[in-house]
Each structure stands twice: as structure tokens, then as C-alpha cells.
């Protein structure tokens, strides 16, 4: 079959030498992957149509033609992923929360006098916890460690120090059940 025009039906044209010459050749050859990869990603074709549309048009700003095919699919790969990762992060990001570092800043002082009652609580507790128990909890709520201080001093990760935080705290309230 020829590349002739019918009337109606626009020729084709053929990418030469595996390079786009043009923006509209690049569209052509790409929107229908590109959307259908949005479409896969986020289940609905008004999204999925939106955000091929954007990563075409960030696209469109940075290409220069004429243009390698690899390297045009490529550069919309990862656009696409960008564009979707942008899309997920304005419409379902968590709330932000407060990172260790700024979780340094020494807080504002809260006087209290606790009893001796509950400070030798308090103590009896921490002498029936296992080792590293007490030592993550005397680190953090003692001596006013940071997490990566207390992973520092440990010898363990971050993610770790917060999994021997969580379980010793709740081993402390197991043992100070059994001790009422």
C-alpha cells in the first residue's frame, strides 16, 4: 500500500533512520502508549487523559529534533512517571509530619514533680525489661536521645531503633500491668 493521502485519511509518515524529524510524528507514534500506561495506573480514562496530556506537553518544552526514538520514549517514560508521581502526591499525600531533625528542637519545658511513688514505678519497670528494651528507652526518654542518636549509640539502622522503641514501650505496659 502507498503513503498517498486518501481523501479523509491523512498519509502516514514514516519515521526515518529511527528518529522523530517532528513534534507531530513523536504524538503520533506515542500518545496511544502513553495513555493507555497512565489508564493502567490510575483506572480512570479522565485521569489517564489528563496526565498523558501533561507529560506530552512537558515533553514538548524539552524536545530537540531531530530526535532518536530510544531516547524520545525513553524521556517519556520517565516524564510519565513524574507526572504520575506528582499526581498521586497532590491528591493522596499523607500529612506532613515532623522529620527527627526538627523534632531536635529542644521543647518547651513542662514542669512537673512527679511523685516517688511512680519514679520507683518507673524504675522497677525498666529493671524487668530485657536489655536492649531498656537500653532503647533509657536512651530516648531519659537522656533525650533523637531515634538517630539512639541508632547511633546502638550500632543499629533508624527503622530498627524505632522497631526496638515501639516494642519495648509495649513490653513496659505489659510489665507495669502485672506489677498493679
Known sequence: ???????????????????????????????????????????????????AEEAMIHTLHTLRFPAPVHEVRSYLAKTARTVLADHWRKHYAAPRTVSDDESQAPPERIEYAPSAAS????????????DRFRQVLELRFLRGYSV?????????????????????????????????
Do not use: H
Open 1 to 51: 500500500m502507498d503513503d498517498v493521502a486518501r481523501p479523509g485519511r491523512p498519509a502516514l509518515e514514516v519515521v526515518e533512520g529511527n528518529s522523530y524529524s517532528d513534534w507531530e510524528s513523536v504524538y503520533r507514534d506515542n500518545v496511544l502508549g502513553l495513555y493507555q500506561l497512565m489508564f493502567r495506573r490510575v483506572g480512570n480514562a479522565p485521569d489517564a487523559e489528563d496526565l
Open 119 to 130: 519514679a520507683s514505678r518507673a524504675l522497677r519497670i525498666l529493671e524487668l525489661l530485657p
Open 148 to 180: 538517630g542518636e539512639v541508632a547511633a549509640e546502638m550500632n543499629v539502622s533508624r527503622a530498627n531503633a524505632r522497631v526496638l522503641q515501639y516494642r519495648a514501650l509495649r513490653k513496659a505496659a505489659e510489665v507495669g500491668l502485672e506489677l498493679t
